[in-house]
């Protein structure tokens, strides 16, 4: 249907707080669709800079960004979260510098990564922000004039909320099947998840759990308290999980669908390769194979007694008794 792409970002702005005209409105089929098209469409409008920079490890599409822009003969930066906040790493980058591509959250572990640089004050340098759950809990913040904030909605939904000096035409996007939503479910998409955002009752489980099982982050760590956070020394992710959805009577959706419960054990998802972009960035393979996310909800719904049974029945099935 001719269009049907403008109608439906026209409808996803109508659903926002934000009612800006000059803001840049515009969905896509999740987050890889915006990131590639994004980021071409700036590259094809200022052919002259060819520096990107990009921050590694914090997101695992960000790595065919690289490799792609590499292909095309750019100089890319790839710069590590604490490196990236030295005012003095981006010295040499400026002159040439078209975007900064990074992350406000990691899309597993809910981490925050702040990203806020005096450095690019004032400069026409773009920024583009990808938020997995961040701006369910804090709500959808109004961009500066050159960001380009790409928010998760589903697997197959992103939403593009950019400044006004961000003008993308995008490639692909207009000639995609774009089909009706209703607008519930647009409503819904952009909706603030407030209640999912308890921080006393996240950090109170992560402190008293059963033997066994670790907590992933520090007490003083920045993040979402949207979700549990845990692992297991000994057992699969996969595993647990496998018994929590059993016990809890929680249907366990594909791997990456939005779900209760989730890990990122290799078995989970079927792919040896699956881990590598979190091991590359410092995560333990024990970390890995035994990581558990399961939302901040099922804490009133028993999660620790749930978990101190997945992993008695699961150490009997490894000792076989």
């Known amino acids: 249907m001719p269009d049907a792409w403008g109608r439906l ?18 969905i896509y089929a999740g987050v890889g669709h915006a990131i590639s098209e994004v980021t071409s469409a700036l590259a094809k409008l200022y052919t002259h800079k060819k520096t990107i920079a990009v921050i590694e490890g914090v997101d695992p599409w960000f790595t065919k960004v690289s490799v792609a822009f590499s292909q095309e003969g750019y100089v890319v930066k790839n710069l590590k979260v604490a490196e990236a906040l030295k005012p003095e790493a981006w010295a040499p980058l400026m002159d040439d510098l078209l975007f900064v591509l990074t992350c406000d959250d990691d899309p597993v572990t809910g981490r925050l990564y702040p990203f806020e640089n005096a450095t690019f004050t004032g400069k026409r340098i773009f920024r583009i922000h990808v938020s997995h759950g961040l701006h369910c809990v804090q709500g959808i913040q109004r961009p500066e004039p050159f960001v380009a904030n790409i928010l998760s909605l589903t697997p197959d939904r992103a939403l593009l909320v950019a400044g006004e000096r961000v003008k993308i035409e995008p490639q692909f996007a207009p000639s995609l099947y774009w089909p009706m939503e209703s607008l519930e479910r647009i409503a819904a998409n952009v909706a603030v998840s407030n209640d999912l955002n308890r921080m006393s ?19 003083t760590d920045a993040r979402l308290f949207d979700r549990v956070v845990i692992y297991h020394t000994d057992f699969d992710g996969s595993a647990v999980i496998d018994e929590l959805a059993k016990t809890m009577k929680i249907d366990l959706h ?10 990122t054990s290799a078995c989970r998802w079927q792919s040896p390769r699956f881990n590598d972009w979190l091991l590359q960035r410092g995560e333990t393979d024990a970390t890995t194979r035994g990581l558990i996310i399961a939302s901040s909800s099922l804490i009133e719904r028993g999660l620790r007694a749930h978990l ?14």
């Open 9 to 26: 970002s026209e409808q996803y702005r109508s659903a926002l707080p934000l009612k800006e005209p000059a803001l840049n409105i515009q």
């Open 201 to 219: 009752e996240v950090s109170e489980f992560e402190a008293n759990l059963p033997a066994g099982f670790r907590a992933y982050f520090m007490p």
């Open 254 to 263: 594909a791997p990456g669908e939005p779900a209760l419960l989730e890990s």
């Open 308 to 321: 101190e049974t997945a992993a008695a029945k699961i150490a009997r099935l490894q000792s076989g008794t």
